[in-house]
């Protein structure tokens, strides 16, 4: 059976750095950081103050009153990513099977806030005031299950945890469910909202996050030597991923083609990357091998980048591991250091960035490099914008667990 050929007809994001596509893309090239000091919650007595939180979000702009409440924050900003996405693509405007258009969604965590907030009211109320929308309100499926109610789209619907690798999943999931005829168009990617005291506290106690509180801009530092730690954050990223002959027929633009998607698993530890990246480097080789290209032909890396020590260090080896004497030509990045980690949105937002820098021939700037560090000596486009003609991209995400997904973009082409 001939696989058919997926291409992405639509983009949106909400994030630290941006509230939709154009905001984001144009503060990433200019450098911007959205990390700043934590103001939703008393830090006094965390270790880490800062993070990357959504500004300026306004639930009115999708929701009726009434049913903001009835939606953790992570739905809210699934459904902020999904309206710009549907509407970028046109489909709406279009005749088309609903029963052959799907939602597979990422998360790493989901409705913390309301699990929170319900498990509080359990203790001071007790079990007779727990809110009857605090199961579908929190669990994380829920964000996909909403995006199907409102566009009426009634194919394929799951969701993909795997922590940081969780919208590279939905991406790669979604990718082969088009190609083998399950769906026509799937709309992927994933959401986060867990920047809350317990989810925050967790990374604090495991000394995961950056404490350089006083430079909250300059604490995300992907491939520097002084790296200390990631900057949690929140967030959506989805594309609308569809089948070739069905966008076309419709007259849709078109941002690249999906061409490849490798999953693996470390088998090492529960947080620990493995040595030398190599779960990593099988899921980029398994991601060129499925695009049927070599490592040379690939251009451009959207790394995952953390800026924790192990995280750089490993990855820059698993680089070097698959693209061999064609590492060091490879132009490299981490949109996380303007971001934040998003945690389970992370690869979504990630993925329109790769898309965004192939229609754009410009890859935007690694921020905060001030120190080299000889475990990280490739291309990272430090504290610049990179102008580059992009056949082939690939990006990368890496989850607690082991977890690794990897998804190659190819420019489209004539057809």
């Not at 790493?108 to 199961?135: A, Y």
């Not at 867990?194 to 925050?200: E, Q």
């Not at 000394?207 to 909250?216: H, I, Q, V």
């Not at 088998?267 to 695009?291: K, L, N, V």
Request: with cysteine.
């Amino acid at each position: 059976m001939k696989k058919r050929r997926v291409v992405i007809t639509g983009l949106g994001t909400i994030n630290a750095v941006g509230n939709n596509v154009n905001e984001t893309w144009n503060n990433l090239l200019s450098g911007k950081s959205g990390i700043t000091s934590v103001t939703r919650f008393d830090t006094s007595n965390f270790t880490t103050k800062i993070a990357g939180t959504v500004k300026n979000f306004d639930p009115l702009d999708y929701f009726e009153k009434k049913e903001i409440d009835k939606n953790d924050l992570y739905t809210q900003y699934s459904m902020a990513a999904a309206a710009e996405t549907v509407a970028n693509s046109g489909l709406m405007k279009c005749d088309f099977d609903r029963n052959k258009v799907g939602v597979i969604t990422g998360v790493g965590i989901g409705g913390m806030l309301t699990l929170e907030d319900q498990h509080r009211i359990l203790l001071e109320k007790g079990p007779r005031r727990i809110s009857p929308f605090f199961i579908p309100k929190m669990i994380g499926n829920i964000a996909g299950a909403s995006i199907a109610i409102k566009y009426g789209f009634k194919g394929i619907n799951f969701t993909c945890m795997s922590a940081c690798a969780s919208a590279n999943h939905a991406f790669g999931t979604a990718l082969r469910s088009i190609q083998y005829g399950d769906a026509d168009a799937i709309i992927c990617g994933g959401a986060e909202a867990a920047v809350t005291p317990l989810s925050f506290g967790g990374f604090c106690s495991m000394r995961a996050l950056s404490t350089r509180n006083d430079e909250p801009e300059k604490a995300c530092r992907p491939f520097d030597l002084t790296r200390d730690g990631f900057v949690m954050s929140e967030g959506a990223g989805f594309m609308m991923f569809e089948e070739l002959d069905h966008a076309l027929k419709r007259g849709a633009f078109i941002y690249a083609e999906v061409v490849g998607y490798g999953a693996t698993d470390d088998a090492f530890h529960i947080t620990a990357p493995a040595d030398s990246g190599e779960g990593g480097a099988r899921a980029m080789q398994m991601a060129i091998d499925d695009a049927g290209i070599t490592a040379a032909d690939v251009q451009y890396i959207n790394a995952h980048g953390t800026s924790t020590q192990l995280n750089d260090k490993n990855e820059s080896l698993s680089i070097k591991t698959i693209f061999k004497e064609h590492a060091s030509k490879v132009v490299i990045n981490s949109t996380k250091s303007m971001t934040g980690h998003t945690l389970g949105a992370a690869a979504g937002i990630e993925g329109i960035t790769v898309v965004k820098s192939i229609n754009e021939k410009l890859i935007h700037p690694t921020i905060n490099f001030e120190t080299p560090d000889p475990d990280c000596d490739l291309n990272y486009s430090h504290n610049k914008v990179t102008e580059l003609e992009i056949e082939y991209a690939l990006s990368n995400s890496l989850g607690f667990g082991g977890h690794n997904g990897v998804i190659l973009f190819r420019r489209m082409e004539s057809v």
